[in-house]
């Protein structure tokens, strides 16, 4: 039997976290020191410095805080990456800091980590920024905590202290979502119950610091067995070759799997798999592989092969939950570029429904973020992207936005609810304009509005174009002779096809009492357009008058009213005639979206 080298054990990610002064650069330093990761010539330029600061002791902190106004400011500002192995595992631990201000620091720290470190002085108990960090770790979903109770020492080794802090976290700890606790007393500065139980402690009967980070499993990083491969590079180096190269994020993929590629749909057999070694006949997540397939099959970065039986999310609208990372903050409204695993697309921040109050957990309303704040908001995207909530895989559920302008990351998101647009055959494959048609009070812009919320809520991004936004603004320069409303109809048919090459479903609703100028919508929009007739008679139109309009064309006050003073030619082949007579608003809105799902679904066909 060969021997195990270091680079066989199991490696366990580890974030830290404390508030200022609880030690937890002493017990990190402690721990390389005890486990002999200190090189001779780091100890004596530690004892060098230690005695320069006029200190007793050795600072074992010194070992961890890099930065230079780290150390002369004694606390963490960055983070640090730090790694020590025992005979039983292999440790990257990430040293993050513990300010308020630096929040967005530890959940960079935290995003990767199997476990988590907080601590807690023992002097000073639980506090807001003890909170702060279990409500991070929380957040993050890190399956694994280790409480460290610090500073034993200078409270006489208390195990009634101890307790009372383990009682109060734990009352804290009720509300969130960490499932694995262990709580841990120590003196960092002395070495007690850090690599060795204390003496100085007997009352303590669980493993000291080290004994328990081994026991530690980086299980959960597996993930899910949702096979999810983003494609990073297509490999092309002659005419005769064609591979599909990326890092699978989970699940397993084999030779002759049947995958599906996301967003096309189009379905190959796995012919060849490769990884760093050379071809092999399976590879599970965290591999980076090689594929070929038995057909050719359009396939580019930032698409992703599935199992055809088991898809993620397809969508252009999700929530999140997210912490802002930048001195700018959020504006709703504004566009950032998305970047979720190999795939970039341009996204809009659509809604901040709520800000944390990590202090009390309160839900605080709000229309903005600021730096290091954490709260749930909504994107929109150009283009669909492929989720899994953050809870169910870690891999597909973060995501970066990017500020377009400055190139830094604006936020650090976790995906909690993707649109319900996860199944292929639901969603359109092609932008569309729905361009709704009728007189005046017929219904129209209540069926556009209420149309777009519910495309949204299934996943589908759209907005609304209306006749009347479009008389205030672009086209207020128009008035309402024949060939002014030729021209405002022109001009909101190229706005409609602009929304629609954006990825968006356009619903457009304009009188458009002409069949000379429908024919000349549908041809600048030509297959996106689709044409539906909101009928509703004259009187009844004349009887709802919802602005008044009817009861002053009437009186002579409004020239060229359509319908009164000017002619409303039938559509002489609308794709779909709702009769709002006979339909509810929700009725109508039922039969457009089966008119979405059904024409796209003859797209395909065709």
């Known amino acids: 039997m060969e021997p195990v080298t270091v680079e066989d054990l199991e490696i366990i990610r580890i974030s830290t976290a404390g508030s200022v002064d609880d030690g937890k650069s002493t017990l990190l330093g402690r721990l390389l020191y005890d486990t002999k990761s200190v090189f001779e010539d780091q100890y004596e330029a530690l004892l060098r410095t230690s005695e320069h600061r006029g200190e007793s002791e050795v600072n074992l902190a010194l070992l961890t805080d890099g ?82 109770v610090n500073k034993m020492d200078l409270v006489g080794f208390s195990e009634e202290v101890f307790t009372l802090i383990r009682k109060a976290f734990l009352e804290y700890a009720n509300k969130l979502s960490l499932p694995s606790l262990n709580f841990i007393p120590v003196s960092a500065l002395l070495g007690d119950n850090v690599v060795s139980r204390s003496d100085n402690m007997p009352w303590y009967r669980g493993l000291p610091v080290l004994e328990t980070l081994e026991e530690l499993s980086p299980e959960h990083r597996r993930g899910p067995t949702d096979l999810r491969l983003p494609v990073q590079y297509v490999l092309r180096p002659d005419q005769n070759f064609r591979g599909y190269m990326g890092l699978i994020a989970s699940g397993a993929i084999r030779d002759n799997d049947e995958i599906m590629v996301l967003p096309s749909g189009q379905k190959a057999v796995v012919k060849k798999l490769f990884n760093l070694e050379g071809e092999t006949q399976q590879a599970s997540a965290g591999t980076n592989v090689l594929l070929t397939l038995d057909r050719e099959v359009d396939i580019s970065r930032g698409d992703m092969l599935v199992r055809p039986r088991n898809l993620p999310s397809v969508t252009q609208t999700f929530e999140a939950v997210a912490c802002w990372m930048t001195e700018d903050h959020s504006v709703i409204g504004k566009s950032y570029v998305l970047r979720h695993t190999t795939r970039e697309t341009s996204a809009t921040l659509e809604d901040v429904v709520y800000r944390f109050d990590i202090d009390t957990l309160h839900r605080d ?233 059904r024409s796209n679904s003859t797209d395909r066909a065709l």
Not at 68 to 81: C, F
Not at 107 to 117: E, K, N, R, V
Request: glycine share 8%; charged share 25%; net charge neutral.
């Open 365 to 597: 309303e709000t229309r903005r973020l600021e730096l290091n704040d954490i709260g749930r908001i909504v994107i929109g995207t150009g283009r669909p992207v492929f989720l899994d909530t953050y809870e169910h895989n870690r891999a597909l559920g973060g995501f970066l936005l990017i500020d377009p302008v400055t190139n830094s990351v604006a936020a650090a998101g976790m995906v909690t609810r993707a649109g319900r647009a996860d199944v292929i055959e639901n969603r359109p494959r092609t932008a569309q304009v729905i361009w709704l048609t009728g007189l005046s009070g017929a219904g129209k812009s209540t069926i556009a509005d209420a149309l777009v919320e519910q495309l949204k809520l299934d996943g589908i991004q759209a907005a609304r174009l209306d006749g009347d936004d479009l008389r205030t603004g672009l086209n207020a320069d128009l008035g309402f002779s024949t060939e002014d409303r030729t021209e405002n109809l022109r001009r909101a048919a190229h706005v409609a096809g602009l929304i629609a090459k954006l990825g968006h479903v356009c619903v457009c609703s304009f009188i458009t009492p002409i069949n000379a100028d429908r024919r000349a919508v549908r041809e600048i929009l030509g297959e996106r357009y689709a044409e539906v007739y909101i009928k509703t008679g004259l009187a009844e139109c004349e009887r709802r008058d919802p602005k008044g309009l009817y009861k002053r064309a009437r009186s002579g006050d409004i020239k060229q009213f359509t319908g009164i003073t000017s002619p409303f030619e039938e559509p002489e082949s609308p794709d779909l005639t709702i009769d709002t007579e006979k339909s509810s608003i929700e009725d109508a809105v039922r039969q457009l979206a089966e008119y979405i799902q």
């Open 67 to 148: 930065l230079r106004a780290e150390r002369e400011q004694g606390i963490t500002i960055d983070v640090a990456y730090r790694y020590f192995a025992t005979p039983r595992k292999r440790f990257i631990v990430a040293d993050t800091p513990g300010h308020r201000q630096y929040t967005r620091n530890m959940i960079t720290g935290a995003s990767t980590a199997d476990a988590s470190m907080i601590l807690i002085d023992a002097r000073n108990g639980m506090t807001d920024q003890s909170r702060r960090h279990a409500f991070i770790t929380s957040l993050l979903r890190v399956p694994q905590v280790v409480v460290v």
